[in-house]
């Protein structure tokens, strides 16, 4: 690991590099541009005036002597390279091509002439700079002298172009003579720079370095390591307050030791590690304080089903089974479902289920079958010893907790036991407070005289369903069903038979469908059945399925003995409307079609049954 002094030294000397490159760029291109730009201008200058004298010595008849003026200014300015003027098509045509030079040599020129576009580029190698630059000339009177008096064109014509090419090598072996120089001095101050760095923080470093092996030393709880520095800066309060938290740690920890030692009743074995000694030994006596706090907080028994699976991970048992107890159905339900460690018959008959029906722990470790429906019970032996510790929920069983374990793993299960029975009665009385929860939910959400769901259950499940048929992709049928001419029954025969004659029909829908299918009254002698899943139009064959079945039942109450029909409408989601609630309104479009065609039938929504325009 490198020191900070390193680390330090490794940013500053890239930031400057950093900088030192970023100057010397910087500082190159502005030079570079600066000196573009003049001969830039004196390019333009120079084009200016060539034009400005040509025109005179035209009218003053001394165009031959254009050669003399050329050469002149390409002595008094040393850097330029070559000078010339290229005559445009219309001069040519009216005075002849003049002399080879004033010819066009290179497509740059001859697109000059051809657009009156300026033209200039930097040509740059290794020992040379060149700047070009190809100026057009076009007629246009200016001031005393006028180009039309003696060229036969118009205004704006293209006349030629002036080509100028300056050397700019001197000035570039110049701009980096400079930067060498900026260099040097560049270095200097960077070598200087590192040189205070590692001065002035050298006392920092070995404090640091020896404040690294204190708390590396504590970190194993050994508190014994002090360190110390000559400053009077911000470090000697660092190493000050360093020894005294040193020195107090030394103290409490020893004290913590003596009041847990006698909080737990037996000295605790000591190691060279103070600080471990003393979180282990206080671990010990929070760890199911803290559990209790969190179960009382779940919002489920699922929650406390997972407390209770980490409990037995933290504990490194690998082999368990949480049961819970179905009182209503007289059934152990195996909460995880992963491994089975009982007999199928305690899953459809508590009673057999020996902790259930006696109320108490079952331990295999003297009778090895004690309970005949452990799974690996066989003639009276078992390869794998079991013990099973009830939680009591309302004064009865109501989860039971399994430990599978091998005989060599006996011991160790016998020290945790104690331990997790500790940790289980503090889950006790939360799970019941669950179970009472979710029993007291389970009655709001199911009508109390047919046994099915009622619509507050359905106004919940809506969303829930529109999501999962989005998610899947699938189909759900929805029936709306209607008992026929039921007010009859009530008039004729009283409330107590129209009871019981629903109660007898949401029997018969309930085992007409699948488990996963489910029954709602949707309100007074209305009945929904969603199906979930189905293929398209199988709720059809469902519906008439219910219909026939509803028809061909007697129902026996009070020495009366009736048969009723049903009419029922079907509708799809989301094959007939894009809204769970719009197939349900059109369910029952269809059932009022079933009622008014002569009821006891079953009728298929058709989107000519909706008259509005919009849901």
Not at 13 to 42: C, D, M, P, W
Not at 129 to 146: C, M, Q
Not at 244 to 252: N, R, V
Not at 416 to 421: C, H, R, S
Request: charged share 30%; net charge neutral; aromatic share 10%.
């Amino acid at each position: 690991m490198k020191s900070i002094r390193s680390r330090l030294l490794v940013r500053i000397g890239f930031l400057l590099i950093t900088l030192f490159i970023i100057n010397q760029v910087l500082e190159y291109k502005s030079f570079r541009e600066i000196n573009i730009y003049h001969a830039k201008n004196q390019s333009n200058i120079v084009a200016e005036m060539v034009r400005d004298s040509l025109t005179t010595l035209m009218s003053i008849g001394q165009i031959d002597k254009r050669d003399i003026f050329l050469s002149n200014i390409k002595m008094n300015k040393k850097n330029i390279e070559e000078i010339r003027v290229v005559r445009g098509e219309k001069v040519i045509k009216q005075f002849g091509k003049g002399n080879p030079y004033e010819q066009p040599k290179s497509p740059q020129e001859i697109e000059v002439l051809r657009t009156g576009i300026p033209y200039e580029k930097l040509e740059e190698t290794f020992d040379k700079v060149y700047y070009v630059l190809i100026i057009p000339y076009k007629a246009e009177p200016k001031g005393k002298i006028d180009c039309l008096k003696c060229h036969n064109v118009d205004a704006g014509d293209i006349l030629g172009a002036i080509y100028i090419k300056t050397d700019l090598t001197e000035i570039r072996e110049t701009a980096f003579f400079n930067l060498l120089k900026t260099s040097i001095v560049a270095m200097i101050i960077f070598i200087a720079t590192i040189f205070v760095i590692i001065r002035f923080f050298q006392p920092y470093t070995e404090f640091f370095s020896k404040l690294k092996k204190g708390l590396s030393r504590a970190k194993e709880g050994d508190f014994t390591e002090r360190v110390f520095i000559n400053t009077n800066d911000e470090a000697k309060e660092v190493a000050d307050t360093y020894n005294e938290t040193m020195d107090k740690l030394c103290m409490t920890l020893t004290s913590i030791e003596k009041k847990v030692s006698y909080l737990i009743g037996e000295n605790i074995d000591k190691s060279t590690n103070a600080l471990k000694d003393t979180y282990r030994i206080v671990d010990e006596l929070v760890n199911i304080y803290n559990f209790k706090k969190i179960v009382e907080k779940d919002a489920s028994k699922e929650d406390i089903y997972m407390r209770l699976r980490k409990l037995m991970r933290d504990m490194k048992i690998s082999k368990y089974s949480i049961y819970e107890v179905d009182y209503e159905r007289n059934r152990l339900i195996d909460i995880d479902e992963s491994v089975k460690w009982c007999k199928d018959i305690v899953f459809s008959n508590a009673d057999q289920c020996r902790v259930k029906r006696t109320g108490s722990e079952v331990i295999s470790e003297e009778y090895a079958c004690v309970c005949p429906n452990f799974i690996n019970c066989e003639d009276g032996e078992a390869e794998e010893l079991f013990s099973c510790l009830p939680i009591f929920v309302g004064g009865r069983v109501g989860i039971i907790l399994q430990l599978v374990y091998t005989k060599e793993e006996k011991d160790e299960i016998k020290r945790k036991t104690p331990f997790i029975e500790a940790y289980l009665r503090e889950v006790a009385p939360v799970i019941e407070a669950k179970s009472y929860m979710e029993k007291l939910k389970r009655q709001s959400l199911v009508d109390q005289l047919t046994g099915v769901y009622n619509r507050r259950f359905l106004e919940e499940l809506a969303p829930k369903i529109m999501a999962y048929v989005s998610r899947k992709n699938i189909i759900v049928g929805v029936l709306m069903i209607d008992i026929d001419f039921f007010k009859q029954v009530n008039d004729q025969y009283g409330h107590s038979v129209g009871d019981a004659v629903l109660k007898k029909v949401a029997s018969v829908i309930k085992n007409s469908v699948r488990q996963s299918d489910i029954v709602v009254r949707y309100g007074g002698e209305e009945f929904l059945v969603i199906l979930i899943d189905v293929a398209q139009d199988e709720s059809v064959k469902v519906a008439e399925k219910i219909r026939e079945r509803v028809e061909k039942t007697a129902i026996a109450t009070e020495g009366v003995t009736l048969k009723k029909t049903v009419s029922i409408g079907v509708s799809e989601f989301p094959t007939d409307g894009e809204k769970f609630w719009q197939c349900i309104k059109y369910a029952d479009i269809a059932l009022y079609k079933a009622k008014e065609s002569g009821r006891n039938k079953v009728v298929r929504f058709e989107p000519e049954m909706w008259e509005n325009e919009e849901y």
